[in-house]
């Protein structure tokens, strides 16, 4: 649960919540998508909160590293594109990222109590909808993004890759 939490807070801080205008973004359903997300985390943080009260639990802080970095990765791309496909591109990638990490605590916690699975999944299910809804956002805009693959991989550097 813990680890549930620190993931929903690093979202905050370094995806929905990093300090970014929202309203900055050129489209409005682009708008929509990202803002009805947040709602959701923040809902979802809020809960969280409450089951770890309960359990006399003060959470998990994210890692320092990661957030920094991620910040960095974020604030870096959107130096050299702030457009709303690279918005949407940075969001999909974490949120691709947020459902590989909560599965495997899902896989690795088997004998979690059924509320803090169930709240698992849900998070699960929120950061899915998201990566779906924002990739179904640039195939009706007709947006081509870069998508990165571990350590990078592009299509400029997936041949190299290939050939190591």
Request: net charge negative; aromatic share 4%.
């Amino acid at each position: 649960m813990a680890n549930m939490e620190a993931g929903t807070k690093l979202d905050l801080l370094t995806g929905l919540g990093n300090g970014y205008d929202i309203e900055k973004l050129d489209d409005e359903s682009l708008k929509k998508i990202l803002i009805a997300s947040k709602r959701h985390h923040e809902d979802l943080r809020s809960r969280i909160e409450t089951i770890l009260n309960d359990y006399h639990d003060e959470g998990k802080k994210p890692n320092a590293f990661v957030t920094a970095m991620s910040w960095l990765k974020t604030n870096m791309k959107l130096t050299m594109n702030e457009s709303d496909a690279t918005i949407a591109s940075l969001m999909i990638e974490g949120s691709d990222m947020g459902v590989q990490s909560l599965s495997k605590y899902l896989n690795q916690y088997k004998a979690a109590e059924e509320k803090v699975k169930d709240i698992t999944k849900e998070l699960i299910s929120i950061e899915e909808k998201l990566s779906k809804d924002l990739r179904a956002y640039l195939d009706k805009n007709d947006l081509d993004i870069d998508i990165e693959v571990d350590g990078g991989i592009n299509k400029e550097t997936a041949k190299q890759s290939v050939q190591a």
